[in-house]
């Protein structure tokens, strides 16, 4: 469908591959929604004049919240609809890695990983399943590591494994509406979210199995959602694992 006068809302919108994905939306014509935590001002000052730079017609908002309780996902999806009027597309990318051996993890840890990478995308399928046009389209991004396992992220991973499920089942509720609903399964990608747990020879490692020896990189992601959000909407229901190789065993 042509994005022209549609409105995006893109959780994590503000950096990595939630900023990069708004530029390609932007590029086409899409009005953007862009929920923000932990970004700074700055940041937001700054993507907001390169996308009105991109294109000057399309109205540009930002939404700033914690998204692991139920309640501030709804006011966000209320506060879009009341600046936009409507919700055509939604693209979670929030999410929050952790690598440690299983037997160090904490309560805590368990419980917040599962909170933003499993609770957050729930309650994101449930207000879009609500609020998004008859013909939209919503897309959640998960992780490379549900095809390809390793030690060390079973929090990780597991967290993120729910949202398969919970992108089926929406999927099969929304197919009478014409919305498509998928994910979207990333290597290890090269942005500030993956190298903090990585020592330089893990980082070595997970390169050596992607295609040309690299990192996947937002600028490979980003026109896969475009497409997803566009040409692709007859896809429904899957999980598209775009890793260069990463998961071929």
């Known amino acids: 469908m042509s994005l022209t006068d549609k409105v995006s809302l893109i959780t994590g919108g503000v950096k990595n591959l939630g900023a990069q994905t708004a530029h390609q939306l932007a590029g086409e014509g899409s009005h953007l929604a862009l929920h923000y935590h932990t970004s700074t001002e700055e940041q937001v000052n700054e993507l907001s004049k390169s996308l009105k730079a991109k294109n000057p017609s399309i109205k540009v908002s930002f939404y700033k919240g914690d998204l692991t309780g139920a309640a501030a996902v709804t006011k966000l999806f209320n506060d879009v609809k009341k600046d936009f009027g409507k919700v055509d597309i939604v693209i979670n990318t929030v999410g929050k890695v952790l690598k440690k051996p299983i037997t160090e993890i904490s ?10 990478n499993s609770k957050t995308a729930f309650f994101v399928l449930k207000e879009a399943a609500i609020h ?36 089926r089942g929406v999927c099969k509720e929304l197919q009478a509406r014409r919305v498509s609903v998928n994910n979207v399964a990333p290597g290890p990608m090269d942005t500030p979210f993956f190298y903090p747990q990585e020592s330089p020879e893990a980082v070595e490692f997970h390169k050596s ?19 997803l959000v566009t040409e692709g909407g007859w896809i429904t229901g899957q999980t598209i694992f775009a890793n260069g190789g990463y998961t071929t065993r």
Do not use: W
């Open 107 to 116: 309560e805590e840890e368990y419980d917040t990983m599962f909170a933003v």
């Open 209 to 227: 199995n992607g295609m040309g020896n690299r990192l996947t990189m937002v600028e490979d992601i980003a026109p896969l959602i475009r497409f």
């Open 132 to 167: 998004v046009s008859d013909g939209g389209k919503i897309i959640s991004l998960v992780t490379a590591l549900l095809g390809a396992f390793t030690g060390y992220y079973t929090s990780y991973a597991g967290s993120k494994a729910p949202v398969e499920h919970f992108t």
